[in-house]
């Protein structure tokens, strides 16, 4: 059976370090460890749920990720999976202890569950647990050779000062996995901490090399280079990641920076104002997301900080929180219409109309649900649709301009 769990990035760019973990696994009964023999095999309608489960997860549908594990504890009880992923959803909503006692109850069913001790070692680092994080990727070594229990001890053995064991363990992932870029970077980053800019800028590049559309691993070998007076070089990594993250405060800084040592001023000028202008809205960020960090369970710290980044342009991030936001609180509207509204962002209709349904179903008196309902019923090439919804925001809004101009623009029904 295929592996469905696969190793996921916690990609946090403001959080230097915490943004190398990974979590591991899989739901498997095979191609990994054995499975122990408390547990039965995992039966096809187990696996569909638990797949199904693991789609919820990568879109942020936590309610339903829930739910579909919930189904699959009914009926194999005793499944090592089902907790694992479980601990996986809580980890992704920053509830951590909860996570850490899924992946217990995950290690009590199968002690050599792939990824389980790993993961719990990710939990303690995020909560500067670090020599506890320490040991647990050690045990997860013992069951499992694998780069990425490796790559985790280095991270937390930089948080402890202990530079020549993090340069150990990056090493180490590195003998067993040569093109693990993660592992290039969080040596790259120890380099730099170190004073050596020539091996920081070597170890990034090769990162950049064996995942050449990571943004984060380009910024770095452009932000190196700006640094050694290659400016020319530079220019390229740099605008690669302001194309992909126009929110970066570092790419337009440095940006800014190169092309003011080559002479070209006002191309210089408007970065550099840019800059300012992120790093201004970064600070906010970076509040924002301790506040959610400490206050996991808060659903407006959520909110207020996923607003901040709609603000900064990083829409799927801004997803992610908005959906924590949701989960905690799923009937607050102002959420789900904010979930609308990041949909059109990305431009998923579809999910805009699934969502703003989902408003009106809650609440038929909301004029604004109605009144967008109405414009991607129109785009959507549905007329009548966009005449009953725009028709239905008038009843409750009946001052609503916008309704009567778009009511005004239909052709005359059949």
Known sequence: MVHIIRALLFCRPALRWLGLLLVLGGLAACGGAEPEAVERPMSPGVQRLLYRATEALQQHAFEDAFALVDSAAAQAPGLADVPFLRGRIYAELARLDEAEAAYRQALDLRPTYPGAWNNLGNTAHRQQRYSEAISYYQRELAAHPDPRPWRGMGQSYVELGKTDSARYAFERALALDSTFAQ????????????????????????AAAHEPGNPEYAYYVGAYLVQQGRQEEALGYLQSVIEAWPWHQGAHYNLGQALMRLGRTEEARAFQERAETLRTLQAQISHHENTARVQPTDPYAHAGLASLLRRAGRYNDAMHAYQVALFLDPANLDFRNNVAVLYLLQRDTTAAIRT???????????????????????LSSQPEKARTAWRTALRFDPTNELAHRSLAKLPPPD
């Not at 980053?189 to 070597?202: F, I």
């Not at 989902?358 to 309902?373: E, F, G, K, Y």
Request: avoid cysteine.
């Open 183 to 206: 592992a290039h970077f969080g040596l790259a980053l120890l380099l730099e901490d170190l004073g050596d800019a020539d091996g920081a800028l070597s170890a990034a590049r090769r």
């Open 356 to 378: 703003f349904e989902q408003i009106v179903r809650a609440d038929s008196t909301h004029a604004h649900a109605w009144l967008n309902l109405g414009s991607l019923y129109a």
